[in-house]
């Protein structure tokens, strides 16, 4: 990525210096509102539904289950708390694409695209229903993403010959940066959120329709049992007709699934409030957020505190798929991230970051979900949304209720329903693989050359993203 704004003044605080007082974090978890934990199962238990997981997928689907049939009884499990990882700590882009965007879903899938388009803007439309409908309060806007270009070559990538282009002067109307070479506002397809508030928002939900949830409560075995499935937790044993695990990157109880998705570290930051004449200086509408096109790519917005959230860039896979709670604080990403906040709005010099943070993306080699089944049918799956999980949740969780009722829909005629991607390869092969796949992509972003290595993944139908 090449950033051509000025360098911070010699007497503002180094970005090192900004981030001294940070606290590791979610700032979106670091809230009054968080509910007090749910009890842990207890005891025995017969249940129609069984939803493993208190993410986005696994609260989606507890709801619509029943909202389609009220007299489903439905039980939700989650390991931890509701919304403590993925679901608490992205950045709250709320995306109406279950492709992981035009070109990638184009590449694709070609005869389906413009189905899938239509589904995805039916997804963002009726989440925003839900919303209304259940009153859940969790700051959404609906301005769209500003997509800009910091370097030459990404300027084409936004097609400035395409109705909708804006030039350096144009979209520096609408963010004051002086890296930025163009952009392309796309209004209709994004919105933004407060995403633990939207978790915590569709449990109470779902608990106002019969969905009980038990949190602190582990899956640790399960098989098919006569006409359902047994579920061993420490607390008991969940007797269930039908089961929806929706585990997201974590260790799937179902072994034959554990190589189809990698575990990645994004790294998020998030400002002080800015004041009204530092928010003046940067004349940027908070309903709207950005994201540069750069393959390491910088996404930000404005929170509803007036805070900016600084994410991505940096995309780290560690050795085995390892997933513990030292690797969320890389001091190393964290000054990188302050380093281009402030090439980025020079005009900024000086502000101080408060949270630093980090969670884990299910990366699958295709950059969507996909499903399948399992126990004749009775237990279902998503996995490997590749960061565009808060939205393209809903749209899973339709789809996994769909394939638990044995019906074709529209849905399930889908090829990127019916399909799986290449699973990525055993370790040391995954971590050589990644790690030169994460050169070529820097080197992509230098020069704007695709490159002998990256041509032959799009070739093979492979990539590596977050």
Request: glycine residues 10%.
């Amino acid at each position: 990525m090449t950033f051509r704004g000025a360098p911070v003044p010699a007497t503002q605080p180094t970005p090192s210096a900004s981030l001294r007082a940070s606290k590791l974090q979610p700032l979106w978890l670091d809230s009054p509102q968080r509910p007090t934990p749910r009890p842990p199962l207890v005891g025995d238990q017969p249940v129609d539904l069984l939803v493993v997981g208190g993410g986005f997928t696994g609260l989606w689907t507890a709801l619509r289950a029943r909202e389609r049939n009220p007299k489903r009884s439905v039980l939700l499990i989650e390991r931890d708390r509701i919304a403590e990882h993925a679901s608490g700590r992205n950045g709250g882009f709320c995306e109406a694409s279950l492709t992981h965007g035009e070109s990638n879903g184009r590449t694709r899938w070609p005869a389906e695209y413009e189905q899938l388009d239509r589904l995805g803007l039916q997804n963002l439309h009726e989440i925003e229903q839900t919303l209304t409908r259940y009153g859940i309060d969790c700051g959404f806007v609906r301005g769209g993403v500003l997509k800009v270009a910091t370097s030459e070559h990404q300027v084409g990538y936004l097609e400035p010959d395409r109705e909708g282009f804006l030039d350096a002067k144009a979209v520096r109307q609408m963010v004051d940066s002086p890296t930025y070479l163009g952009g392309r506002h796309e209004k209709d397809h994004a919105a933004l959120v407060d995403p633990a508030r939207l978790a915590w928002g569709l449990a109470a939900s779902a608990e106002s329709l019969g969905v009980t949830i038990a949190e602190g409560t582990e899956l640790t075995a399960i098989r098919r049992r006569g006409t359902g499935v047994e579920v061993t937790t420490p607390g008991g044993v969940i007797h269930a007709g039908q089961v929806v695990l929706a585990t997201n990157v974590f260790k799937n109880p179902l072994r034959r699934l554990r190589n189809y998705v990698v575990p990645v570290y994004d790294y998020v930051l998030a400002t002080e409030p800015l004041s009204s004449e530092q928010l003046q200086a940067i004349r940027w509408d908070p309903s709207i957020g950005l994201a540069d096109s750069a393959n390491h790519f910088q996404y930000y917005r404005i929170t509803s505190d007036n805070r900016i959230l600084w994410g991505g860039y940096d995309a780290i896979y560690h050795f085995g798929r390892a997933i513990r709670p030292d690797l969320e604080d890389r001091d190393r990403t964290y000054t990188k991230l302050a380093e281009h906040f402030f090439a980025t709005f020079p005009q900024l010099a000086g502000i101080r970051f408060t949270h630093r943070w980090a969670g884990v993306i299910d990366t699958s080699t295709r950059f969507n979900a996909f499903y399948g089944s399992a126990h004749r049918g009775r237990t279902v799956y998503a996995l490997g949304f590749t960061g565009l999980g808060v939205g393209a949740s809903r749209f899973a969780a339709d789809v996994l209720l769909d394939l638990l009722g044995a019906v074709r829909t529209e849905r399930t005629r889908l090829e990127m329903v019916r399909k799986k991607p290449l699973p990525f390869p055993p370790e040391p092969l995954a971590y050589a693989g990644i790690g030169l796949t994460q050169l070529a992509m820097s080197r992509e972003d230098r020069t704007g050359n695709r490159g002998l290595w990256l041509r032959l993944l799009d070739k093979l139908g492979l990539g590596f993203d977050s």
